[in-house]
T-cell receptor
Framework: AQKITQTQPGMFVQEKEAVTLDCTYD???????LFWYKQPSSGEMIFLIY??????QNATEGRYSLNFQKARKSANLVISASQLGDSAMYFC?????????????FGSGTRLLVRP | EPEVTQTPSHQVTQMGQEVILRCVPI?????FYWYRQILGQKVEFLVS??????SEKSEIFDDQFSVERPDGSNFTLKIRSTKLEDSAMYFC????WGGGLENEQFFGPGTRLTVL
């Protein structure tokens, strides 16, 4: 079974509007962390935001926020006031507390295109 | 700001040849990783390295792969006899002491390996 599922291969959003990128996860660990990374066309992986499984509040970082619904096992990324530079691939990833290597498990990604 | 560096940025090789991909992690980091991303696909974990030994490896990381930290700063990935399907972007990542799930993994810019 997939541990991280991103069901939207591609999304469009109008500049200045908000967009939500979906991510669901599957783990039996009580302690885990969820990450979002941005990958522009240049290829580098840019860390955006982190949410811990025990965090009671949704994480926010500037225009990025994470809509964390633990019971539904979802960790959707919300980008407010989209900019042309937000056009990129976005990956959701998880780190499990029971994993001593602390590796990241990635979803298949969502390609976001921001229209002017 | 400290960063992970990788060389070369692009490597072209013939099938059956050995390649060595090099990474310099952030200096006070203790956990090191290699990930692979085949074009258009998700980022996949290859191997994690801690305390001068492999802590975990994936199914992809077979006997053709090896990692080394030869001098306390470089972290290398060697592929002994490359195959066409090894063509991918290879990312090195590092993180501080892994005791916190929230510790960000810092990714290098990647090495694009093309096997002809």
């Amino acid at each position: 079974a997939q541990k991280i599922t991103q069901t939207q291969p591609g999304m469009f959003v109008q500049e200045k509007e908000a967009v939500t990128l979906d991510c669901t996860y599957d783990t039996s660990d009580q302690s885990y962390g969820l990450f979002w990374y941005k990958q522009p066309s240049s290829g580098e992986m840019i860390f955006l935001i982190y949410q811990g499984s025990y965090d009671e509040q949704n994480a926010t970082e500037g225009r990025y926020s994470l809509n964390f619904q633990k019971a539904r096992k979802s960790a959707n990324l919300v980008i407010s006031a989209s900019q042309l530079g937000d056009s990129a691939m976005y990956f959701c990833a998880m780190r499990e507390g029971g994993d001593s290597s602390y590796k990241l498990i990635f979803g298949s990604g969502t390609r976001l295109l921001v229209r002017p | 700001e400290p960063e992970v560096t990788q060389t070369p940025s692009h490597q072209v090789t013939q099938m059956g040849q050995e390649v060595i991909l090099r990474c310099v992690p952030i200096s006070n980091h203790l956990y090191f990783y290699w990930y692979r991303q085949i074009l258009g696909q998700k980022v996949e974990f290859l191997v994690s390295f801690y305390n001068n030994e492999i802590s975990e490896k994936s199914e992809i990381f077979d006997d053709q792969f090896s990692v080394e930290r030869p001098d306390g700063s470089n972290f290398t990935l060697k592929i002994r006899s490359t195959k066409l399907e090894d063509s991918a972007m290879y990312f090195c990542a590092s993180t501080t002491w892994g005791g916190g799930l929230e510790n960000e993994q810092f990714f290098g810019p990647g090495t694009r390996l093309t096997v002809l």
